[in-house]
């Protein structure tokens, strides 16, 4: 019997044990820590799982290997990053792996708060910044606001949208960013007290360009878009198909019509475009058994772009001079049903011989 009590002794040594509410020194993030400790210990080290509270506010819990927090969760943890090149100190709250803040989690410090994915400590992948000195290259210098979208090592790095407040009204800034920089094609709108207004700007290396390409890029990325039509205008397009098919007759002379007004009207009025110069030609097919639609992007001659859908345009082309008469389209947040492509197509122009 004694032999057997012998053998039996060492193992539950080696296994380890557990202790409740221990005050004893841990390492989280790379720094020593006084925590009351509740879990597995070896050696009266903490090892494998429990948890500890390190203040009144922050605590971890999940896999601990010789005193060092390895994975789990951590709560309000203090912990520096580094954003904008700058080194900020605050709190961490969420999924830590291999000693560091890794997968979904969010820091706060006095000026700079993020929310988010992380990787290897950093901020990574997905989340929203919000902090007073927001890195945006702009003529007003550095922009206060906050930003959602895509983050590389805590600064804006692809798809995101930026938001500030400028006096009353508040901007916001969609598009693609590049090293906290505004960077290709951006959708500025801007919110007013009473109504609401959007355009696209150019950006290149953080610096506004006051190009076409601008208008261009941003008319080329609608033609992929799905549009809606609203009933008047889906019955002024059935009352009058001759036009659409290409058969019709245009007006007689060139409608009013109020560019800065026409996001706001429910009218399905007709504009015409007189000598317009074709910038850009796409042709395709809705769908099985449909006409060639053509979409042409073209600028009047008071400077303004125009993306037009039609039938039967053939033989136009880059930098020819067109005349068009188009019902605008509706844009929407809506996806057209699949079953009313045509009409939408339909609804976008005839050329004026």
Not at 141 to 162: P, R, W
Request: one cysteine or more.
């Amino acid at each position: 019997m004694k032999r057997l009590l012998l053998l039996i002794l060492p193992a539950v040594l080696l296994a380890g044990c557990s202790v409740k509410e221990q005050e004893t020194e841990i390492t989280v993030f790379g720094s020593p820590m006084t925590a009351v400790y509740t879990g597995k210990v070896k050696r009266k080290v903490p090892n494998k799982e429990g948890s500890a509270v390190i203040s009144e506010d922050a605590a971890v819990e999940g896999i601990f290997a010789d005193g060092v927090f390895v994975s789990g969760t951590a709560d309000e943890v203090p912990y520096s990053t580094t954003y904008n090149t700058q080194a900020v100190t605050g709190t961490y709250s969420g999924e830590v792996a291999e000693t560091l803040p890794s997968g979904s989690g969010s820091f706060e410090s006095d000026t700079f708060r993020y929310e988010g994915t992380w990787t290897g400590g950093k901020p990574d992948g997905t989340g929203t910044i919000a902090t007073d000195q927001f890195s945006i290259d702009s003529k007003d210098g550095a922009l206060t606001g906050s930003y959602s979208g895509t983050v590389d090592k805590g600064l804006a790095e692809g798809t995101g949208t930026f938001t500030y407040k400028d006096g009353n009204n508040e901007i916001e800034m969609a598009g693609t960013f590049a090293k906290n920089q505004y960077e290709g094609l951006i959708t500025k709108t801007v919110r007013y007290p009473d109504t609401e207004k959007s355009w696209p700007v150019y950006y290149k290396n953080g610096t506004l360009q006051d190009s076409p390409a601008a208008m261009i890029a941003y008319l080329e990325g609608m033609r992929s878009e799905s549009y809606c039509l609203k009933e008047a205008q889906l019955s002024f397009i059935n009352e009058h198909a001759a036009l659409f098919e290409g058969t019709g007759s245009a007006p007689e002379t060139d409608p009013a019509f109020d560019y800065e007004g026409f996001a706001d009207t429910d009218e399905p009025s007709f504009i015409k475009i007189s000598y317009a110069t074709v910038k850009s030609v796409q042709r395709y097919i809705p769908y099985e058994g449909a006409d060639t639609v053509t979409s042409m992007i073209v600028q009047n001659q008071d400077g303004w772009y125009h993306l037009f859908f039609t039938y039967a345009l053939e033989d136009v082309n880059n930098g020819d001079t067109v005349s068009i008469c188009a019902l605008p389209l509706c844009r929407s947040t809506l996806t057209a049903p699949e079953e009313d492509y045509p009409a939408i197509d339909a609804a976008g122009a005839v050329l004026i011989q």
